[in-house]
């Protein structure tokens, strides 16, 4: 989600992804995999305490520098309020700096919850919710869960569960079946050593806008990486030159799949409204929708792509087919469904936003 939309294209949007997990369940391991692996994006990251993560020198004046905020011992969600946490993003945020997409790594101890409803109660334009990743340790799983009880919670709340340190499990599809058990929908992807793909999490930087610059992905041999990393997650693009109509592509993102993680892209919903197009963002149960103008260059057709762990994808393509709709003429309260996740509506709801 790191070219994620917003109400006008001349404004980029930065996920704000909150990485959880319990001590030693690998969530800095993750979050040096993305700093070297991500595809040449630019990643700020938020953590408690700087000083004690095992980040290497490289990483740190290579891919953070500027773009981290420590925030020393504690607690976050302690640490700070949402107004602070709002000046914190609103740095990492500004244009200036390059960044794709924001990490908010939690201590051990941290709410979780708490810290999802602090990114979704900011102010600042520039920012999205990019989901709750859960990370949990396999191999520790039964312990964990017998000494911190609230791991079912922080599970039931999250958009992606990491079930890291597979290889060390004595039984790791055991966990992974419990692990999905726990989750209310939400994507469970299996991994060793935090190795997720990245493109799973946000969108990363193509390529060739980085001509002239050597990234993470230039200085690593990706040859014990190749292969397995996209294993973790499926994926479907859906084209059509057919006007969605919105009752039936609501009724369709009001029932979404298990493991559907991410939905991006643009929806026509041609005579429901003419002059705009909606990009639509959507993270676990979190969605928006954003009105932008057509260009008179471009084709008016809907462009999605589904990020998932274990979806049915030819499933999804046929009931996206079924939502597509050629009526000539729009009645006035067809948009209503739609226009409830336009951000700053008045009829705009929490329903969908974890956590509330």
């Not at 939309?5 to 391991?29: D, H, N």
């Not at 201590?107 to 920012?127: F, K």
């Not at 949990?136 to 799983?141: G, S, Y």
């Not at 050629?326 to 929490?350: K, Y």
Request: hydrophobic share 40%; net charge negative; glycine share 12%.
């Amino acid at each position: 989600m790191g070219n994620s939309q917003s109400g006008s294209r001349g404004q980029r949007q930065i996920p704000v992804v909150v990485l959880a997990g319990f001590l030693g369940s690998g969530k800095t391991t993750l979050l040096n995999h993305l700093l070297h692996r991500g595809g040449g994006s630019r990643i700020g990251a938020i953590v408690n305490d700087f000083g004690a993560i095992e980040i290497d020198a490289m990483a740190v004046a290579g891919a953070l520098g500027d773009s981290t905020v420590s925030l020393g011992n504690g607690c976050l969600c302690c640490a700070v309020d949402a107004s602070e946490l709002d000046g914190y993003l609103a740095r990492l945020a500004a244009p200036a700096t390059g960044i794709d997409v924001i990490v908010i790594e939690a201590s051990g101890l941290a709410e979780p919850q708490e810290l999802v409803r602090m990114v979704l109660a900011s102010e600042h334009p520039g920012i999205v919710y990019g989901g709750l990743v859960e990370v949990v340790d396999a191999a520790e799983f039964d312990a964990t869960r017998a000494k911190h009880r609230e791991i079912d919670r922080h599970l039931a709340l999250a958009d992606l569960v990491v079930v890291n340190k597979l290889d060390r499990a004595d039984d790791a599809d055991r966990v992974l079946r419990l692990v999905r058990t726990l989750t209310d929908g939400a994507a469970v992807v299996p991994a060793t050593y935090g190795r997720v793909d990245p493109e799973f999490l946000f969108d990363c930087r193509p390529s060739e806008e980085r001509v002239g610059q050597l990234s993470f992905d230039d200085l690593h041999d990706h040859g014990d990486h190749g292969g397995h990393l996209h294993t973790g997650y499926d994926s479907l693009s859906f084209v059509s030159g057919t006007p969605m109509d919105p009752r039936r592509l609501m009724r369709f993102l009001d029932s979404r799949p298990e493991g559907l993680y991410r939905i991006k892209g643009h929806v026509d919903f041609g005579p429901y409204d003419a002059r705009n197009r909606y990009a639509v963002h959507a993270v676990g149960r979190f969605l928006r929708f954003y009105p932008e103008p057509w260009t008179a260059a471009e084709p008016r057709r809907t462009q999605l792509v589904l990020i998932g762990s274990g979806i049915d994808a030819d499933a999804l393509r046929k009931e996206l087919e079924a939502c597509e709709g050629d009526a000539p003429h729009a009645d006035e309260q067809g948009m209503w469904g739609v226009l409830r996740f336009v951000q700053g509506s008045e009829e705009e709801p929490p329903a969908q936003e974890p956590g509330a």
